[in-house]
């Protein structure tokens, strides 16, 4: 704090604070406004002139204490970002709009039950909504005195789902608590993101401990994410991962041998598997060649997407002709029930969405700020590119389902919860300062 005692200049910044609402920024225009003072004073006492008539002289050239508290309440407005709000709204929207049209519209060959999943959504929003409220209040900065606490948190959920967890669908990813189910891998990745964020802010990557140290810290999850057999969420935690190391300062050669190791790694883990992995993981590009086996889904896609039309051409859908139509291929059943229109407004929708993540991560002054939104929008950035290209055949499929669009609880609420720390960030953009204990 500035060495400078004076009635003027404590009336002089406390005037300018009390027009200022935002009063988690106080601290901070405080320090800089008696810093600017202080710089002046000593300028002018150097040429001569008394410390009263350099502290008049300095107020003086400060100018009016109201047109700079009017000024810096417009920039430290803590208001939420209802771009955001309003684009992820859209694509919940999306989401539920697609999830009921499936569910009150559809038909199977097999199956006389159709799952209630419209009223599972609800249930989940309405959780998401009471979460997201309660976050309005809350200063982000708060959440890095926990970063530890949280990995830690993180890692034990996750060797919970390798022990207690059944195999569904090939992997481990269910933990159950009573009628209770909880998807690990989808919630685990934005709470490792957000750990992250916190441990690695104002990182020192140049001690070579350090360094290992970090390297460890990435490489256990990504290990026990391998060991449940989700290739997919591996893939999606290791590169939101590298976007926060890179962001904080580890060098470009170390991020470029970090991701040459985990790409080996990730590379082994589809060759040295079961020849059916790799079969399937590359049927993508020729799926003619085994149209009834690993080739069959990518020639379904193929077959609706070319069905289609503008304005979408059906209201009854056979669901066996498409497998987890309102989770994975959300993106295929809308455009096949909707039309190319509807499905191009999403994919636009879903590229401004992420525009807006990147805006706000680059207007972001506070470090730990930046980080969290970086990672976060590189993890949403993530799923939705490999989704979309996967509904258009352009890539394997992994089981990455669309963010906010496709069905899914455990999904929903994490994702609002993860947009809401977002939110956060924005509304305290305008704020250097570490929170102040």
Known sequence: ?????????????NEVCSLIKNKKVHAEIKEELLSHIEDIIYDSIQSGISLDAAIDKALLQMGSA????????????????????TMTSALIFFGFLTTGFLQFNSFTLT????????????????????????SLKLDYRK???????????????????????????????????????????????ILLIVSLAGIFDSYNWNNRKSLIKGFTLVFIPSMLFLATS???????????????????????????MTFSFFATIFSLAIFSGPYYRKDRFFAFLNPLKDSEGS?????????????????????NI???FIPDSNMEFVLTSIIYCFGWIVGIIIIALVLSFIIRMCFISINTKNTYGKLLVSGLCSLF?????????????????????????SYGGSQLVINVVAISIINNVYKFRNTHSELSN
């Open 1 to 13: 704090m500035s060495s400078v005692k004076n009635t003027k200049v404590n009336e002089y910044i």
């Open 66 to 85: 109201e047109v700079i508290g009017r000024d810096l309440n417009k920039a430290h407005k803590c208001n939420s970002d209802w771009i955001l709000l």
């Open 111 to 134: 199956e006389d039950y159709s799952p209630n999943y419209f009223g599972k959504l609800l249930v989940f929003l309405g959780v998401s909504i009471v979460l997201a409220l309660l």
């Open 143 to 189: 959440l890095k005195n926990y970063s530890l606490s949280l990995y830690i948190f993180n890692i034990i959920l996750i060797v919970l789902t390798l022990f207690l967890s059944p195999y569904v669908n090939g992997m481990r990813r269910w933990l159950f608590i009573g009628s209770l189910s909880i998807d690990t891998l989808t919630i685990t990745p």
């Open 230 to 256: 989700s290739i997919s969420t591996t893939l999606i935690y290791l590169i939101a991962s590298f976007t926060v190391m890179h962001i904080s300062g580890l060098k470009t050669k170390h991020l470029v």
């Open 295 to 315: 080739g069959w889904i990518y020639n379904q896609l193929n077959t609706i997407r070319n069905s289609a039309t503008l304005f979408g051409n059906s209201i």
């Open 318 to 320: 056979n669901s066996n």
């Open 381 to 405: 950035t993530i799923q939705f590119i490999l989704n979309i290209l996967a509904n258009f055949s352009l890539s394997p499929i992994l089981g990455i389902s669309m963010p906010f669009i």
